[in-house]
């Protein structure tokens, strides 16, 4: 049985949630750097800008794509989510390898500082992410309730 309703689309992502998580991710960053640097010198500077760097990108494109695909068909946005997830860790994995194999790890980019900082950037931008979802209210259903 099929029924003829209208879908209300989704709201876009406001920018000003955008920002908050970019600048709350940043200064995240911003705090392991320094403390990198002050721990291990300067490759823990650069390892842990490094990471920051790659995980403001990773986030900050889904949030520009998917912003794009709000007003599809749910179906379709949940592929295109998908597959820029998929695309999305491929890069990662592809620039991690880039950057191994090139041998900037170690001496340019120290590898525990990167990796500290991917891990705290990731919490960050994730929690950032639920509050302003949260505080946006946005219902996750179509609350009318249509009489036949």
């Known amino acids: 049985m099929t029924t003829d309703t209208e879908r209300t689309p989704a709201r ?44 403001l990108a990773f986030f900050s494109s889904s949030t520009f794509v998917l912003t794009r695909t709000q007003r599809l068909d749910p179906a379709l946005t949940m592929l295109v989510a998908m597959a820029l997830y998929l695309g999305k860790i491929l890069a990662l994995l592809v620039t991690l390898v880039v950057i ?20 705290a950037c990731t919490l960050t931008w994730s929690t950032a992410e639920v509050v302003t979802t949260v505080r946006r209210r946005q219902p996750i259903y179509d609350g009318t309730v249509r009489t036949p």
């Open 100 to 119: 191994d194999a090139v041998g900037l790890l170690g001496d340019p980019l120290h590898r525990t500082a990167l990796a500290a900082a991917v891990v």
């Open 12 to 55: 876009a992502i406001p920018p000003a949630e955008h920002r908050t998580r970019l600048l709350v991710t940043s200064a995240t960053g911003t705090a392991v750097s320094i403390g990198s640097a002050v721990l291990v010198g300067p490759t823990g500077l650069w390892g842990a800008l490094a990471g920051s760097l790659l995980v």
